[in-house]
């Protein structure tokens, strides 16, 4: 059945013109616990033992116990076995490697392993939301295995974000699925992400989301700004995956901006707003920092929606420098640099995020848009059959607008129509809702913003 409202209607009547069932709760409580709930003292603890690795170079030393990546790798491997022990088993851990060679940066032969962990979801097991650090860290000199690499910001922060999430998420339980990944080869050329994406699509994950943690504890730059309150969240604007066919759509129907981990970016920041109100989310409308990489593009490039989440003021007298002091100036990327209470609040960004998407169900799927020369703006979907599913939401904005603007409930239905709405004037979207309140990220309409599968 279609829906046909006014404007005026859409944007300021609260009553329903029609049957629709009862909207969703607006919030959902359990989202402030987790936003407050890791510790600052504990991710301290965990940057602490992998930076007393000595260096976690992927060349570096893999049979010793105390010292190099291999110890590394197999210490976050029994913390997840740990804290899948204390909620019953429930985390899968598993090794992903391969073997490199041949690179600029790894000339020998090297296995990358990446250590990762599964929380199935009671509903959609393979339906995964994710989040990654990094187990790896580097020198000057990026063949350098052997030379102390502390790697306490970059990335020993992100790495021990990710097994504080495991934590305070393992506690509960999801329709969706939670992946918890150490990724190894980050500095050497993304190998990591690289090998598990691709593991990922051999398995058949619907990855969701991928939200890459990359330095999540400095707060004072080089720029001369101390600031704990603000965190970067950087996105791609068009699907790296897009083909030509579908560019020639997008450059007709619009959506360059409106890419699945663009809208997944977003959703982080109206996240924030809801939960973490002291936290300022800072979207960033660019693949990564000017001109460098990050461990979400192998996941980018495989097709699945990602992002990178990091401070806001960089300090690069500590990233990638050899331990030592030059004209005053200390240089190296130690413990000294680490501020655990803001990682603490970035880690509860990441929580509350994974939280939402994993209790959401299944985003819309085959979003469409029509209504060109006529009064009306149209969007249909195909259902989702979740047991969890409340409904849809549609959202709009400004062509001009970077967020979406405004939004209302429209039940279980597959389709809707804006009455007197035109479609060139607009920009139009659909997210899922729960029945307790959790919502997926928004779905632009076509190919520009389509999930995987």
Known sequence: MKHFLPLAFLLATPALAHDISTPPPSEVLDLYAIAQ?????????????????????????????????????????????????????????????????????????????????????????????????????????????????????????????????????????????????????????????????????????????????????????????????????????????????????????????????????????????????ELNVKLIYRLDRFARGGHHRPFNQAGFPGVRIMETHEHYDRQHQDLRTEDGIVYGDTLDGVDADYAAKLTGLNAITLAAIAGAPNPPMEVEASGAVEPSAKLNWRMDGSPTLAGYRVHWRDTDASEWEWSRFVGKTDEWTFENLVIDNFLFGVSSVSQDGHQSPVVFPGPAGRFPE
Not at 39 to 65: C, K, N, P, Y
Not at 168 to 181: A, E, F, T
Not at 255 to 263: F, L
Request: charged letters at 25%; aromatic letters at 4%.
């Open 37 to 277: 709930e890791p510790s600052a003292e504990r991710i301290m603890a965990d940057i602490e033992t992998l930076v007393g690795f000595g260096t976690r170079h992927t060349l570096s030393e893999t049979e010793s116990e105390t010292r190099g990546i291999g110890a590394a790798r197999r210490w976050i491997f029994a913390e997840f076995e740990k804290i899948s022990a204390d909620c019953g088993g429930c985390l899968e851990v598993m090794y992903v490697s391969d073997t490199i060679s041949g690179e600029r940066r790894i000339p020998d032969a090297t296995e990358v392993v990446s250590v990762v962990a599964i929380q199935r979801g009671t509903v959609a097991p393979n339906r995964m939301i994710a989040i990654s650090g990094d187990i790896d860290s580097r020198v000057t000199d990026p063949l350098d295995g052997t030379s102390d690499s502390p790697g306490a910001n970059d990335n020993a922060s992100g790495m021990a974000g990710t097994i504080e999430a495991a934590r305070v998420l393992s506690k509960r339980s999801y329709p969706g699925s939670i992946v918890y990944m150490g990724l190894a080869g980050e500095e050497q050329g993304l190998f990591g992400g690289k090998i598990v994406a691709e593991h990922a699509q051999k398995e058949g994950w619907q990855i969701t989301g991928v939200l890459n943690n990359d330095m999540i504890s400095n707060i004072s730059g080089i720029d001369g700004v101390t600031d704990n309150r603000t965190v970067r969240v950087f996105s791609e604007g068009t699907r790296a995956t897009e083909t030509e066919a579908e560019a020639r759509t997008r450059r007709f129907t619009g959506g360059e901006v409106d890419s699945p981990s663009r809208n997944l970016a977003r959703h982080i920041k109206a996240l924030a707003h809801q939960y973490m109100p």
